[in-house]
């Protein structure tokens, strides 16, 4: 007899895995923390693809950091981590994009909220730092970023250490490559990157196809979904991954490992 048939995952908003959230924002949360890792904005990105001759509507941006400001708002974020690739290119950064900026991270501020946001560079915005910081206030540059948080409700099956440990490391950076040695070889490491914009493919009856963002766990390795509204995706399939959570319909949820029947669609129920 064959392997049973995956059935639909019931989904929510947040889905909790010890100290990390995942919220259907396409973000990761560190509650404990007031932190929040998100990764691949790419803003300003229709506003360069019109430079370059393409019909693009405007909104996009607007749209992205509406979502983001009712995160940071929701989970009263102190410590913003934005893990590589806030804007497309340079032709992407202008006065309008700073204006828009300014006026979402403003109201936030004045809330006692964002004390901190901190960019990862990405191969993206790598070649335009110091021009994204004179655009856009309040970033903090780094090349990575780590810290150490308490080890309860640790659960090793979800890609942690066991909560024997004494403390749990988390650190970022866009791509795996960009983490230094040290922090490539620590074991109770939990790495987090950006830079795939990984999405998930889900079959549906009369070949229905759909395409949803969705984080990545690699043994210790978390990859977050692109963040922003206008971005493209990289399909990232069971066998490739140890699991995988779907963002849609304003929840996240995991995805069955095993093979998704065409026939049997995997959607939230909130």
């Not at 509650?31 to 001759?53: E, M």
């Not at 590589?84 to 004045?110: F, K, M, Y």
């Not at 640790?154 to 403390?167: F, M, V």
């Amino acid at each position: 007899m064959g392997e049973p048939r995956p059935g639909p995952s019931r989904g929510s908003p947040e889905l909790a895995l010890g100290p990390l959230l995942l919220d259907a924002r396409r973000a990761m949360v560190i509650p404990g923390a007031r932190t929040a890792l998100i990764s691949d904005l790419h803003l300003g990105k229709a506003r360069s693809f019109r430079a370059a001759g393409l019909a693009i509507p405007e909104g996009s941006d607007a749209t992205t950091l509406d979502r983001l400001g009712a995160l940071v708002a929701h989970h009263q974020i102190q410590r913003l981590v934005v893990v590589g690739d806030l804007i497309h290119n340079t032709a992407s950064l202008s006065d309008a994009l700073a204006a828009l900026w300014q006026g979402w991270r403003e109201p936030l501020v004045a809330q006692g909220l964002l004390d901190s946001i901190v960019l990862l560079p990405g191969n993206h915005d790598r070649r335009a730092v110091r021009a994204t910081q004179e655009c856009l206030e309040g970033l903090e540059v780094l090349e990575h970023w780590s810290m150490d948080l308490p080890a309860e409700t640790i659960d090793e099956a979800q890609g942690l250490p066991r909560a024997s440990q004494t403390s749990l490391a988390i650190a970022a950076a866009h791509e795996p490559a960009d983490f230094p040695k040290h922090l490539q070889d620590r074991a109770d490491l939990v790495r987090v990157v950006g830079h795939v914009h990984p999405v998930g493919l889900l079959m549906g009856p009369g070949r229905d196809r759909l395409r949803l963002p969705i984080f990545v766990r690699d043994a210790r390795l978390w990859t977050l979904p692109a963040f922003g509204e206008f971005t493209g995706g990289h399909v990232v399939e069971a066998h490739q991954a140890e699991a995988r959570y779907a963002v849609g319909a304003g929840c996240v949820w995991p995805l069955p490992q095993a093979p998704i029947s065409p026939r049997r669609a995997t959607h939230p129920k909130p």
